[in-house]
């Protein structure tokens, strides 16, 4: 199976949970479900949620051919490059005395940094698991990108167009660039191939043994 056709279904199902949260946040529907708050809060209604099931889904299909490897190794790669990620994202700015919590440009430059070699670290790790994840990555994102930059043009009051506290005020294109493109290609698609390379590979684990298990002795 191709990693379009891998990525369709799943892709399509996302696009739909975006606008669904959309909606939900325009019509000021429960805050547990539907967080307007600059980030998202969590809110369980929200994509990042489908990450861990879509991992061990992308991972049983490719499990068949072989393609998925060792279970391990991606689980492997993917704790170290969150890691990666504290160390250059948290650690870091904090040696230097700079908050992390804060919207600087030097702590929003080691975030993407961070969040860049993340990425790079996981894909490598997870092999075929992680050129699929990559893409379901790129499938879920863009669309977000899209909606961030209609949201921010329209002023809409939702987690798609809101600024982090204390941010600066900036210009449309900017703040697009700032709390749209820039996240959702570094830290999010690092989100997306390193936690659903963990949990692809912990389902690859299980199937493993399970096989071992069954097998004639």
């Not at 325009?26 to 307007?36: E, G, Y």
């Not at 492997?76 to 908050?99: K, Q």
């Not at 919207?103 to 975030?111: A, N, Q, R, S, Y």
């Not at 894909?123 to 990108?145: D, H, T």
């Given at each position: 199976m191709s990693t379009f056709r891998l990525v369709l279904v799943p892709g399509i199902?996302?696009?739909?949970?975006?606008?669904?949260?959309?909606?939900?946040?325009?019509?000021?529907?429960?805050?547990?479900?539907?967080n307007p708050d600059a980030g998202g809060g969590m809110a369980i209604v929200g994509i990042w949620l489908l990450v861990p099931i879509f991992g061990v889904y992308f991972?049983?299909?490719?499990?068949?051919?072989?393609?998925?490897?060792?279970?391990?190794r991606?689980?492997?790669f993917a704790a170290l490059a969150i890691a990666v990620f504290v160390v250059v994202a948290v650690a870091i700015p904090t040696v230097f005395g700079l908050d992390?919590?804060?919207?600087t440009i030097g702590v929003f430059g080691l975030f993407v940094l961070g969040a860049v070699i993340a990425l790079a670290i996981a894909y490598y790790g997870a092999g075929a698991l992680?050129?699929?994840?990559?893409?379901?990555?790129?499938?879920?994102?863009?669309?977000?990108?899209?909606?961030?930059?209609?949201?921010?043009?329209?002023?809409?009051?939702?987690h798609y167009d809101v600024l982090p506290p204390g941010a600066?005020?900036?210009?449309?294109?900017?703040?697009?660039?700032?709390?749209?493109?820039?996240?959702?290609?570094?830290?999010?698609?690092?989100?997306?191939?390193?936690?659903?390379?963990?949990?692809?590979?912990?389902?690859?684990?299980?199937?493993?043994?399970?096989?071992?298990?069954?097998r004639p002795a």
């Amino acid at each position: 199976m191709s990693t379009f056709r891998l990525v369709l279904v799943p892709g399509i199902i996302t696009a739909a949970v975006t606008l669904l949260r959309l909606v939900g946040e325009l019509n000021h529907w429960s805050r547990t479900l539907f967080n307007p708050d600059a980030g998202g809060g969590m809110a369980i209604v929200g994509i990042w949620l489908l990450v861990p099931i879509f991992g061990v889904y992308f991972a049983m299909k490719l499990q068949p051919s072989g393609q998925a490897g060792s279970g391990w190794r991606p689980v492997g790669f993917a704790a170290l490059a969150i890691a990666v990620f504290v160390v250059v994202a948290v650690a870091i700015p904090t040696v230097f005395g700079l908050d992390p919590s804060q919207p600087t440009i030097g702590v929003f430059g080691l975030f993407v940094l961070g969040a860049v070699i993340a990425l790079a670290i996981a894909y490598y790790g997870a092999g075929a698991l992680g050129r699929v994840l990559f893409a379901y990555g790129l499938a879920a994102r863009i669309p977000v990108i899209l909606v961030m930059l209609i949201a921010i043009l329209g002023n809409w009051g939702t987690h798609y167009d809101v600024l982090p506290p204390g941010a600066p005020e900036m210009g449309v294109w900017t703040k697009w660039l700032f709390i749209g493109v820039l996240p959702q290609l570094t830290l999010w698609m690092a989100f997306t191939v390193a936690v659903g390379a963990i949990f692809g590979g912990l389902a690859l684990v299980v199937a493993e043994r399970r096989q071992t298990a069954v097998r004639p002795a």
